[in-house]
């Protein structure tokens, strides 16, 4: 004879009224969109365990995804800067090299003023960027097309701007205000400077 807290073991009485919500599936994009809002809140204090208490799920599970914090780190600035795009810039051949060039610099603003921690990273040299990188030169190389520039004068140019966008990035100037255009102007005059004096 079986007892009454048996029988109900086997077979539940079925509640009237919705049934329990169950847990939204977890894949990459769940994942990547929890991290980076959990990024941006912790900053350093971030990390697996921690975003796998914010998904409801066990750290191990993220495991399956990506095989720890840099690699999820990686896949994050590749979704978050795929705007970068060589294939489809943001600009027109038809515009001069300087309107080109405000083109690039505002949407690169645009994407690391929205992710200020990724700035901080890519400074202190924690996070590996060489696609962004990448993208970024082709882009900045297609924006200067036509300027009569040589090589060495092209990379201090990139560099200088790169590390002026960051630093105006890091002290949390909007990206859409626009007195930034005029130092943008600057470090083009000066690369072109540096051609007309070699």
Do not use: N
Not at 49 to 57: K, M
Not at 58 to 75: I, N, P, R, V
Not at 152 to 160: A, F, N, P
């Amino acid at each position: 004879m079986k007892t009454q807290k048996l029988q109900a073991t086997e077979s539940p009485v079925r509640r009237a009224g919705r049934p329990r919500r169950t847990k939204p599936a977890l894949d990459s994009a769940a994942i990547l969109q929890a991290a980076l809002a959990l990024l941006e809140e912790k900053g350093d204090a971030f990390s697996m365990r921690a975003l796998a208490q914010s998904l409801g799920v066990d750290a191990m599970a993220l495991y399956h995804y990506y095989a720890g914090k840099e690699e999820l780190l990686l896949a994050l600035m590749a979704q978050r800067f795929a705007a970068l795009d060589p294939q489809q810039p943001p600009f027109t051949q038809r515009q001069g090299p300087q309107r080109r060039l405000l083109a690039l610099c505002a949407l690169y603003l645009e994407l690391v003023s929205a992710t200020p921690y990724f700035v901080r990273l890519m400074a202190r040299g924690l996070v590996e960027q060489a696609d962004v990188a990448q993208r970024f030169t082709t882009l900045f190389e297609q924006a200067l097309d036509g300027l009569d520039l040589d090589k060495k004068t092209r990379l201090r140019g990139r560099d200088t701007l790169v590390d002026f966008l960051h630093g105006y990035a890091l002290a949390g100037r909007p990206a859409s205000e626009t007195q930034w255009h005029a130092s943008v102007g600057l470090i083009l005059a000066g690369m072109a400077a540096g051609r007309t004096a070699v």
